[in-house]
């Protein structure tokens, strides 16, 4: 089947850098969408001197996992020319996606009111730490910020241990797929009434928004919700376990997944200790269970007990290192694992995308762009520019 990507002749502003709007405007890049990167003149985006290096390069690898498939232009906002060619740009695009500080556009002169006017289809993803309203609203944010504000790293982390940051950067990444969602649903609002939105994600509503049952459960008991460690708080067993020789997960979503889970384990008794006899017995008795799971399965080995769990149909698995994940075939069928379009290393790995269609194969552009790299031809084809108008931007460095 050919790959008709969805956002194919939607053409994307990402005026955004470092993560949460990257991300946003990469995924909409991976769907079709014509990605136009604005970077500051001589620097860029900040993650492009992020470690890691990529070897034989001056190039970040940080800065390659979240701008893939992106076309770079050069664009100093401060300047009155840059503001003036920006407009300019908004008219020729669909969407523009920023995560400036609340205020920053209007600085340069480029708040809604103005690009609106420019622009009246134009749909403005603005993601920030707190939103563009609230009393919090001019406040700095991190990822780590909107994870401890948010209460995600109150309830992470082992049983009765300090609060723990998320290994990956969630607060920014949920951000950015909220933004996504958003920009799906405007565009779509678009096609309807013809006009633009201006979208006001913040990475702290995202996180409340993920919270799952944690509210619901101190609304309904009273009681405050705090790090449990891997395991669930209301179904039981469904945790990580310690083999002889390393960490695997097993989870009983139901009686009849647990009775299988003794069964294949040998340890058919417990589905007759009326301490564990229904799922809410073992929640309530998790700290008696834990004990006798966890010197049954210190007996053998990993793979052991993973292949008895396989054979019955359990849901389980390896905790697997980032090194183990990287070569798992089953991702690499899926193309999930890919190695980046880099002009000097090829052994750059890069997720793919999760977003698939049955029947197609769909790769997303891997490379990304060298600062500035399309500035003239983004300027030519979208504005008429010539060489002359572009050798005078850049010795003005307005580019």
């Not at 990605?35 to 001589?42: D, L």
């Not at 920030?128 to 990822?143: E, L, R, W």
């Not at 600062?371 to 300027?379: I, K, M, Q, W």
Request: hydrophobic share 40%; charged share 20%.
């Amino acid at each position: 089947m050919i790959d008709q990507k969805p956002l194919r002749g939607i053409r994307v502003l990402d005026l955004s850098r470092v993560l949460a709007g990257p991300f946003c405007a990469m995924n909409l890049a991976d769907l079709g969408a014509d990605v136009i990167k604005i970077e500051v003149p001589g620097r860029g985006d900040d993650s492009r001197g992020y470690a890691p290096r990529i070897p034989n390069s001056t190039d970040s690898g940080y800065y390659y996992s979240v701008n893939r498939g992106k076309r770079s232009v050069t664009l100093d906002l401060r300047k009155p020319e840059g503001a003036d060619i920006l407009l300019d740009l908004v008219r020729h695009c669909d969407v523009m996606v920023e995560n400036f500080s609340p205020g920053t556009m209007d600085r340069f002169q480029l708040g809604w009111d103005r690009l609106r006017a420019a622009n009246p289809r134009l749909i403005l993803c603005s993601i920030s730490g707190f939103g563009q309203t609230g009393p919090m609203a001019a406040a700095p944010a991190y990822d780590i910020v909107a994870q401890a504000l948010g209460g995600t790293m109150s309830i992470t982390g082992p049983a009765g241990g300090e609060p723990t940051r998320c290994g990956v950067s969630i607060g920014d990444l949920a951000a950015a797929l909220y933004g996504v969602i958003a920009i799906l649903a405007a565009l779509r609002e678009r096609d309807l009434s013809g006009a633009g939105r201006h979208l006001d994600i913040a990475m702290l509503d995202c996180q409340v928004a993920w919270l799952e049952d944690a509210l619901a459960r101190f609304s309904a008991t009273g009681k405050v919700p705090g790090p449990i460690g891997s395991r669930h708080p209301s179904i039981t067993p469904f945790q990580h376990f310690r083999a002889a020789d390393g960490f695997f997960v097993a989870g009983c979503g139901n009686e009849a997944i647990w009775q299988r889970f003794c069964d294949a384990i040998g340890m058919g008794d417990l589905q007759r200790d009326p301490r564990f006899l229904t799922n809410a017995d073992r929640t309530a008795n998790h700290a008696l269970l834990d004990p006798l799971l966890q010197r049954h399965f210190e007996t053998d080995t990993r793979a052991h007990w993973l292949e008895l769990l396989e054979l019955a149909n359990v849901p389980s698995a390896p905790i697997a290192t980032v090194a183990e994940v990287a070569h798992n075939p089953h991702l690499e069928q899926r193309q999930m694992i890919l190695h980046a379009a880099h002009p000097t290393f090829d052994q750059l790995i890069v997720p793919g995308s999760p977003l698939k269609t049955a029947g197609v194969e769909s790769v997303p552009d891997t490379r990304s762009p060298d600062l500035g790299e399309h500035t003239a031809s983004v300027l030519e084809a979208l504005l008429g520019y010539d060489a002359a108008r572009i050798a005078q931007l850049r010795a003005q460095k307005v580019i």
